[in-house]
């Protein structure tokens, strides 16, 4: 399967990958949830060409992730921003932190500490439950069609 064919897919996975499946996508994301706005800041904090970001950016933008709102005139500037449809990959991009976190933080330490503003406490990301408010361990998860999604042959 070519790479340009993922969002042709029957598959949620495949058609999400297709949008921001990609390094250099995943890093622009990692900083619109840092703060990271402007198109200079992103180039300067990722250290990538300017072809590969504006690319990047504006896939995320024509996919309905990200927002350009000008702030300047003379020359036309954009600040770039999350809809909701992109602050609602905030947890993959938490399990993402999460997974490296335990698996290559440096000395064992995580390089950024979150805080739950609501609570004040630094916390780790779980995945869990939406009926029983459980963790989900991926050995407790089964899978099954969903009958009214038609089939697509390819």
């Not at 058609?15 to 706005?37: H, I, P």
């Not at 999350?82 to 602050?87: E, I």
């Not at 779980?126 to 998860?141: D, F, K, Q, R, Y």
């Amino acid at each position: 399967m070519r790479w340009e064919d993922l969002g042709d897919q029957n598959c949620s996975v495949a058609r999400s990958l297709a949008v921001f499946g990609d390094r250099w996508t995943l890093m622009v994301l990692r900083n619109c949830f840092l703060g990271v706005k402007r198109f200079d800041d992103f180039l300067r904090d990722l250290d990538l060409s300017r072809t590969i970001l504006t690319d990047r950016l504006n896939k995320l933008v024509e996919h309905g992730v990200l927002e350009k709102i000008p702030y300047q005139v003379k020359p036309t500037r954009h600040d770039y921003r999350l809809t909701q449809k992109g602050r609602d990959l905030h947890p993959i991009i938490m399990a993402i932190v999460q997974w490296g976190d335990q698996y290559y933080a440096i000395d064992g330490e995580p390089p950024i500490i979150r805080t739950h503003t609501r609570c004040g406490k630094d916390f780790q990301s779980v995945t869990v439950c939406s009926e029983c408010g459980e963790p989900i361990l991926a050995h407790e998860v089964t899978v099954r069609s969903n009958p009214k999604v038609r089939k697509v042959i390819a």
